[in-house]
């Protein structure tokens, strides 16, 4: 059975620094596209992060360009999301998506496009 298991979320002040990790068990991140969303209370979701699962194409939403970084280790079967520069309006749930189809430039923050999610980590950005 495919399941991810997210972690690394917090509170953090404002400027602040988190890593969340998204670990896979069940099948081997190696085959699958990994996108991080979030949703914000009263919010829909919002694509975050993606890396493609072949060259490792990296895609952000414009927002966190320059303050996130996702990266995966095949050999942990995880990716990351390094998140640093934090904002009060980064502040939600953060879930890991998989999916073994392509994903490009127009598809990759595409909910629906994900055929398997993990339960989120909540970040919390205040002072």
């Known amino acids: 059975q495919l399941q991810f298991v997210e972690s690394g979320g917090g509170l953090v002040q404002p400027g602040g620094s988190l890593r969340l990790s998204c670990a896979a068990s069940?099948?081997?991140?190696?085959?699958?596209?990994i996108g991080w969303f979030r949703q914000a209370p009263g919010k829909e979701h919002e694509g975050v992060s993606c890396?493609?699962?072949?060259?490792?194409?990296?895609y952000y939403v414009d927002s966190v360009k320059g303050r996130f970084t996702i990266s995966r280790d095949n050999a942990k079967n995880t990716v990351y999301l390094q998140m640093n520069s934090l904002k009060p309006e980064d502040t939600a749930v953060y879930y890991c998506?998989?999916?073994?189809w392509g994903v490009g430039e127009n598809s990759w923050d595409t909910f629906s496009v994900y055929d398997y999610w993990g339960q989120g980590t909540l970040v919390t950005v205040s002072s």
């Open positions: 998506g998989a999916t073994p």
């Open positions: 069940g099948f081997t991140l190696d085959y699958y596209n």
């Open positions: 890396i493609s699962k072949s060259e490792g194409s990296t």
